[in-house]
């Protein structure tokens, strides 16, 4: 979208509406957050999310969403556990590579909503599949401020992961999807049973997982 359109968009939602939100007095501070709220719904943010990051009146995120997407907002968010991200190995990688990004933009100065935008960016560019969509995203900091995960350095290799706080595995998630698949003493392949599982020995050197 071009920044004169977001403006108008901006300017049109307005109309009609004297609250004016917080910030007021500063109309380039408002445009900013609304500018940043549409980006969030063209990325896929509910509407509570977009006000709880942006600051933005609801009824104005309410009436962008429309707008943009055709359809009003789905109510609420994700519930707030991290059951749906710890059933797969795989959403845990994607988490790590996350959260990476969130710590490499920490000290950029920018607002929660512009660090949630380049963050989420920056990963769907990064992955050729991306699991995690921009709620799931955000959701991955609550859960590291709320002490249910941690971050842990791997020790086979060497980078640095999140995990649940419980979670007994020695490995970060990207090395136990490899070691799935390969042997962690000499890393010939496991052959698959016919069930496709792969096995339990090595038939290289013998090593029982
Ligand atoms: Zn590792
Ligand atoms: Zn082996």
Redesign the pocket.
């Known amino acids: 979208m071009s920044s004169c359109l977001s403006w108008q968009l901006s300017q049109a939602f307005h109309e009609g509406n004297p609250t004016i939100p917080d910030g007021a007095s500063n109309p380039m501070a408002r445009i900013q957050r609304e500018l940043e709220a549409i980006r969030l719904i063209e990325l896929g943010a509910r509407a509570n999310l977009i006000c709880q990051l942006t600051d933005v009146n609801k009824q104005v995120v309410s009436r962008l969403y429309r707008q943009l997407t055709g359809a009003p907002s789905a109510p609420g968010l994700t519930p707030f556990t991290d059951t749906w991200y710890i059933k797969n190995d795989r959403l845990m990688l994607h988490v790590s590579v996350v959260w990476r990004l969130f710590r490499q933009t920490a000290d950029f100065g920018c607002s929660a909503a512009q660090q949630l935008i380049a963050v989420y960016q920056a990963y769907v560019s990064l992955v050729k599949t991306p699991l995690l969509n921009i709620t799931r995203v955000h959701f991955v900091t609550r859960l590291v401020t709320t002490l249910s995960w941690e971050e842990r350095g791997?020790p086979?290799?060497r980078?640095n992961?999140l995990a649940p706080v419980d979670r007994l595995a020695r490995?970060?998630y990207?090395?136990t999807l490899y070691f799935d698949q390969r042997c962690r003493h000499c890393n010939a392949t496991f052959p698959l049973h016919k069930k496709g599982r792969p096995r339990k020995r090595c038939l290289a050197c013998g090593l029982v997982r």
Do not use: R
């Open positions: 791997c086979e290799c980078a992961y490995s970060c990207g090395c």
